[in-house]
C-alpha cells in the first residue's frame, strides 16, 4: 500500500507564502502524474495545480501566477509553493499521485490545513 505523506501547511497572513510537500513512501514510481486539490469548509474538493508527463504543469485559473508545483522524482516528491496567499485559499490541500504498483492506481494524502487570515 502506497502512503503519501504531506507536511507544510500551517497559518500565515494574506500576502505570505506556504511551501506543501507531498512525499511517496514506496520504491514504485508515482511520479507521471502529481496533482494537489483544496477542500475548503462546507466546498467540494477542487484541482490547484497538476504535473504529468504529458501536458506538463497545469493551474486553476485562481492560483495561477502565485502558486507554482514541481516535483522531485528521485524523491517521488510533489511540492506546491503558495505565494501572495490569499484568505479564499484556505481549505485543507490534498495531495494525488498515480502510481505505478505495477498497475496504474491513485492514491490520495491525508490533507494539510492552510489558513489565511486577512
Known amino acids: 500500500q502506497v502512503q503519501l505523506v504531506e507536511s507544510g501547511g500551517g497559518s500565515v497572513q494574506a500576502g505570505g507564502s506556504l511551501r506543501l510537500s507531498c512525499a511517496a513512501s514506496t520504491n514504485f514510481d508515482c511520479t507521471n502524474d502529481m496533482s494537489w486539490y483544496r477542500q475548503a469548509p462546507g466546498g467540494q474538493r477542487e484541482f490547484v495545480s497538476g504535473v504529468n508527463s504529458v501536458v506538463g504543469a497545469r493551474y486553476a485559473d485562481s492560483v495561477k501566477g502565485r502558486f507554482t508545483i514541481s516535483q522531485d522524482n528521485a524523491k517521488n516528491t510533489v511540492y506546491l509553493q503558495m505565494n501572495s496567499l490569499k484568505p479564499e485559499d484556505a481549505a485543507v490541500y490534498y495531495c494525488?499521485?498515480?502510481?505505478?504498483?505495477?498497475?496504474?492506481?491513485?492514491?490520495w494524502g491525508q490533507g494539510t490545513q492552510v489558513t489565511v487570515s486577512s
Open positions: 494525488k499521485m498515480i502510481c505505478a504498483v505495477p498497475y496504474t492506481a491513485q492514491f
